[in-house]
């Protein structure tokens, strides 16, 4: 198996809470994050993390805000650009599912944090 692995730090209070949603084994948040193989960037960083957008935002072209950065701390030697890019020309964002359907905002108290 080829592997990488990341770190990911984000500012939990840039988070639209209206996106967190109940799932039958705890509170749940998708996310949604973009990793450049290639050299880091001057902050040592290889890409950032956003909230996970609907399909019907990414046609409108929603922007949303910037949680934090990604930072590319192991990759195998199996791993090459060739891979990453067939990996991600067959991802479909679609295919993705949430533990529960429908999900239900929280309040302010039910957040953890």
Request: aromatic share 8%; charged share 30%; proline share 7%.
């Amino acid at each position: 198996m080829k592997k990488i692995g990341i770190t990911l730090n984000i500012d939990v209070t840039k988070i639209d809470k209206t996106r967190l949603y109940a799932g039958h084994k705890g509170t749940y948040l998708d996310l949604t994050t973009f990793i450049d193989l290639g050299p880091e960037n001057e902050y040592g960083n290889h890409g950032f993390v956003t909230q996970s957008m609907t399909k019907e935002e990414r046609e409108e072209k929603v922007r949303l805000p910037i949680l934090g950065n990604v930072r590319l701390i192991y990759q195998d030697s199996e791993t090459s650009q060739s891979n990453v890019t067939n990996i991600q020309a067959n991802y479909n964002p679609e295919q993705e599912k949430k533990p529960e359907p429908e999900p239900e905002p929280l309040g302010d108290d039910d957040i953890p944090f």
